[in-house]
């Protein structure tokens, strides 16, 4: 298993099939999609056989994927090659109850559901998810930082009375790692990390072609790395994490600025900061590339970039992580529903080949 495509995370992906590698174009449906999703086909093939040499004019199989933010909810429809046909969001109202955040996010996900079959003559596989953190182990309840009034709250069970189809979650991040292995600039590496830096900083790792989950689902927790011991508190408790020093809530609070209106300095600070602790990684991990995105690092662009691989060179000198890349995330906006579809494909494998 030398490959992260499709995004199985076990090791038992089916290998490349020449004949579905064709880079058709894609042909959205609506105005409303990301057409820049005409990619190799990956090695998915959601209903056991080669399904996926279909054309856009057939019944394509999709997985509804949803990006539970802290400010927005989206959701989306991902094919098994990794196009995102159609998607739509929902601001998060702040101060509701939870059952209203349930049914912003419930009323989009069946308008989308309707969108599949009305409008795209596809058929809804799986619902996956990718949502920023705590949750819980097996993705049974999530307690997104920033929405407070969703402390434990069933997602998955409520998804699924919802769809009443099979549901399949994990961290936002770890969803992103997925999708930067399957479509994004990680693609062909068996090994790597992706690493989001913007209001928060989130991550994920993949080894030898596996996105790692650790003891309580946490595993490629990044931004917890200390940077800058003594430094800023942490809201883990702990001091000087990367962040806590390099998000954009982290920037906002050292600069009295919105990290959108940042100074040079602070972009070459952050940029240090993250290849700090990409060093870190690829020293421990035996990693040579790390991807980057999240709304900071992208708007920090070149500056933040150039600070942090000039940081790696400088601190990652074991033969096997000399020559280590930070290269910025290609999947733009479409990362997280690309990553949540990921997710919801993943997690289909698994359930028929009976590993949970
Ligand atoms: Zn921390």
């Keep these: 298993m030398s490959d992260t495509r499709p995004p199985d995370g076990d090791g038992t992906a089916t290998s490349d099939d020449p004949t579905l590698a064709t880079q058709r174009p894609v042909v959205p449906a609506d105005g409303d999609v990301d057409s820049s999703r005409a990619q190799p086909e990956p090695d998915v093939a959601p209903s056991g056989g080669p399904a996926l040499g279909t054309t856009e004019r057939t019944s394509p199989d999709v997985v509804l994927a949803i990006d539970i933010g802290g400010t927005k909810f989206a959701a989306g429809l991902v094919t098994a090659r990794g196009e995102l046909i159609d998607r739509a969001r929902v601001e998060v109202e702040q ?90 600039a990680a693609q062909g590496h068996p090994n790597f990390c992706a690493l989001t830096v913007s209001t928060g900083v989130g991550g994920g790792v993949v080894l030898d072609g596996e996105l790692l989950d650790g003891a309580t689902g946490n595993a490629g927790h990044i931004g917890h ?76 662009a070149a500056t933040f970039f150039h600070s942090a691989q000039v940081t790696l060179d400088e601190y990652a000198k074991l033969p096997y992580s000399r020559g280590a890349r930070i290269t910025p995330s290609r999947l733009a906006d479409s990362g997280p529903l690309i990553g949540a579809g990921a997710v919801g494909w993943r997690g289909l494998r698994r359930s028929r080949r009976g590993v949970l």
């Excluded at 349930?102 to 596989?125: C, F, N, P, W």
């Excluded at 070459?268 to 690092?297: E, F, K, W, Y």
Aim: hydrophobic content about 45%; overall charge negative.
């Design 95 to 184: 101060d509701v109850v939870p059952e209203a955040h349930y049914t912003s996010l419930a009323d989009m996900v069946e308008g989308l559901i309707e969108r599949a079959r009305d409008q795209h003559g596809a058929k809804v596989r799986a619902v996956g998810v990718g949502a920023a953190g705590p949750v819980s182990r097996g993705f049974e309840t999530v307690s997104p930082v920033n929405i407070p009034a969703w402390r434990n709250f069933p997602l998955r069970a409520r998804l699924q009375d919802t769809t009443q189809l099979p549901v399949f979650g994990d961290l936002d991040a770890k969803a992103l790692a997925l999708a930067e292995g399957w479509l994004g």
């Design 225 to 300: 790395i200390i940077v800058e011991p003594g430094g800023r508190r942490c809201g883990c408790g702990a001091q000087g994490c990367l962040e806590a020093e390099a998000s954009g809530l982290a920037i906002e609070a050292i600069t009295g600025r919105p990290p959108t209106e940042p100074t040079y300095e602070i972009m070459q600070r952050t940029g240090r900061l993250v290849g700090l602790a990409a060093a870190s990684v690829c020293n421990a991990l035996d990693l040579s590339i790390v991807v980057v995105g999240g709304s900071v690092a992208l708007g920090f």
